[in-house]
DNA sequence: CATTATAATGACTTAATAGTCATAATTCAA
DNA sequence: TTGAATTATGACTATTAAGTCATTATAATG
């Protein structure tokens, strides 16, 4: 029993290095197999199919984030400390298990889908984006609009994504057609965000 | 020639439908050939392969963006105002585009490798921690702690992605193995972002 | 030790699809 | 008009990788 808990483990362990090695779009149930030293139908054994496989290792990568972040933050009163201790908690997660997400951010980010040379020119031309961003962003600093102490770079990219994220909000909850009233709302309230933050005063 | 640039045209905007149809994932030449009438082989007589396509399609559709953005964004004065109106000019452009944008977001965002079964569950997990996270939001909001008027749920979307975001900014910049006290620095400027925005006062 | 049950194997089958190329259709130039 | 050049075709090849299953090895039982 504790037998087949182990090889089960053993898959989901190797399966989650060979992500961390090789990317998920070269993950293939050969390689997985090699990894674990077992053979191919042993994996089929545990695991009902690949897909099956790829979802038990990041639900586990999942609940054990989930846990520790819900540990930490029951600890906190207030809802200040409690989100503060949230993106702490998450953060460090995130750097203990740094290669991990690096491929699954890097591949989200990258497009999965494209060989590296496309990949290269796709992160060069949103550099050039959040460069041209940045570029605002400093002079605003300077000539005293935002704070003095920002890392413009990253702000700039801060404020792509905020866009972006608004948007997947907007879909995922069926808002998929937008009048030009709630367009003007979602820039309003985004920029309300980038601006002055959710903090009273 | 201009029938060349036609039929280039046409296998672009042909693959373009078809990913908002059926996703990057499904998309095969043969499908786009199909799609836009023609032979498999003449795809390859305009498109070195598929990788090289996929390619011409995201860039295409990102410098129409770029463009439209600068020209709006070159007729406002001030930093303030400048990126209101690229804000502003994004959304207008994912949203004129969203059958486009709706399958490259969710595409990210539902981890493209997956099968529509582990995608729902991957996207029910998300949604339990950006409730919980809601949850916190919205017992600020009521405490008097954070603004009354926000939309707790999406604030909580938003502070994922924003803490997302700054990691993958950091991998993307060389910053891989952080200290404790970059971690902190990080946490205090993701916090600041979303308390109090970027603005001075 | 013998027999049954369980676990593991990996060669094989199947399916999907990227990319090719000999042939055909069309266009163009003299 | 005609022959060369260009463009288009789609059947075919090659590759990759998921999933199967008859066979073998190991463990449990009495």
Redesign the pocket.
């Known amino acids: 029993m504790t ?2 808990q182990d ?1 089960y483990e053993l898959i989901l362990s190797s399966s989650r290095k060979l992500i961390e090695e090789i990317g998920f779009s ?5 390689k997985v197999a090699q990894k674990a030293g ?5 994996v ?2 545990y695991f009902k ?3 099956d496989l790829l979802e038990k290792v990041l639900s586990s990568g999942f609940e054990k984030m989930f846990e520790r972040i819900k540990t930490r933050v029951g600890n906190e009163s207030g809802a200040f400390n409690k989100l503060k201790s949230l993106i702490n908690e998450n953060i460090k997660h995130i750097y203990e298990n740094r290669y991990f997400f690096k491929t699954i951010f890097l591949d989200e980010v990258n497009v999965v889908f494209l060989k590296k040379k496309s990949k290269e020119s796709y992160n060069l031309r949103r550099k050039r984006y959040t460069d041209y961003i940045a570029g605002i962003i400093k002079s605003g600093m300077e000539s005293g609009e935002f704070k003095n102490d920002l890392n413009y770079s990253k702000s700039a990219y801060m404020l792509v994504s905020l866009i972006k994220t608004g948007a997947i909000y907007n879909f995922l909850n069926g808002m998929f057609d937008l009048t030009s009233d709630m367009i003007e709302k979602d820039t309003e309230e985004i920029l309300n965000l980038f601006m002055r933050g959710i903090s009273v005063k």
């Open positions: 037998e087949i090889k070269a993950l293939t149930m050969d077992i053979a191919k139908g042993t089929y054994l199919d690949k897909d």
